[in-house]
């Protein structure tokens, strides 16, 4: 979906087998159906999804992807 770079604090999740916008965009409703307010960047190419705020339980967050077709595991709490 985007490429630009995330600035300030965001959970950042490893997600698998993402290759389209159809992916990236799954991916995101299942994120923004835990937490509507969230700010949500997909990176294709590398992978990576920023969750912005910073996620309180990312484990749920990472489960609700798994759960829409995507493999999911925290990369990394805060960048």
Do not use: N, W
């Not at 995330?6 to 992916?23: L, N, P, R």
């Not at 997909?42 to 309180?56: K, S």
């Amino acid at each position: 979906m985007t490429t630009e770079k995330v600035t300030g604090e965001a959970t950042v999740f490893a997600v698998e087998d993402m290759s389209c916008d159809h992916c990236a965009a799954r991916v995101k409703k299942a994120i923004l159906a835990l937490r509507a307010e969230s700010e949500v960047h997909v990176d294709l190419a590398t992978g990576l999804v920023h969750v912005r705020p910073v996620v309180g339980d990312p484990e749920a967050m990472a489960e609700a992807i798994a759960e829409a077709g995507y493999p999911a595991r925290l990369a990394d709490s805060t960048l």
